[in-house]
């Protein structure tokens, strides 16, 4: 490793990683409820399409999902 290169980790491990983590922080909440909302959503759109390509009528559907 040459000299000139210390001085770059040196700045990463003392200021670019504290930032990122700080970032992560602050931003952590909002993602954490986009990414459940957005699994809400996928969720439905694959049962919707279950549905629809295995000709299974909506009420049944519950009966099934109520036994498991």
Do not use: C, H, W
């Amino acid at each position: 490793m040459q000299s000139t290169e210390y001085p770059l980790i040196v700045y990463i491990y003392s200021y670019i990683i504290p930032l990122l983590n700080g970032l992560y922080e602050s931003e952590e909440p909002d993602f954490t409820e986009q990414l459940n909302s957005y699994s809400k959503d996928l969720a439905k759109e694959i049962i919707l399409d279950l549905i629809g390509a295995t000709g299974i009528d909506i009420q049944e559907f519950d009966k099934l999902a109520m036994k498991l």
